[in-house]
Nanobody, 123 residues
Framework: QVQLVESGGGLVQAGGSLRLSCAAS????????MAWFRQAPGKEREFVAA????????SYADSVKGRFTISRDNAKNIMYLQMNSLKPEDTAVYYC????????????????WGQGTQVTVSS
């Protein structure tokens, strides 16, 4: 069983930055792809960014491309999401996810979810 714990969320003004972290424990996860998803009130959970187990392949939603950067440190079992130039529409609960395969960006390919961390961007 894998446990995923997100941290780093908070309240920030538009144009500001936040860095989210996801700490994994329970078993080795270096062979699995990981991803970030988000869910705003009244909306479905949506894909934000994904990273392959090697860290060499990354994918971003069009809405965050050029502003967000995903990375991972397999030695520390931590994944990050650096969020710059934040916009009010980025406000959501952000979820860390562990994939079932080496790379995934679909909710159907998720093995485990974190509890989520709130990101609020004020205008």
């Amino acid at each position: 069983q894998v446990q995923l714990v997100e941290s780093g969320g908070g309240l920030v003004q538009a144009g500001g930055s936040l860095r989210l972290s996801c700490a994994a424990s329970g078993r080795t996860f270096s062979s699995n792809g990981m991803a970030w998803f988000r869910q705003a009130p009244g909306k479905e959970r949506e894909f934000v960014a994904a990273i392959a187990w090697s860290g060499n392949v990354k994918s971003y939603a069009d809405s965050v491309k050029g502003r967000f950067t995903i990375s991972r440190d397999n030695a520390k079992n931590i994944m990050y999401l650096q969020m710059n130039s934040l916009k009010p529409e980025d406000t959501a609960v952000y979820y860390c996810a562990l994939g079932t395969a080496v790379f995934t960006r679909a909710t159907s390919g998720i093995d485990s979810w974190g509890q989520g961390t709130q990101v609020t961007v004020s205008s």
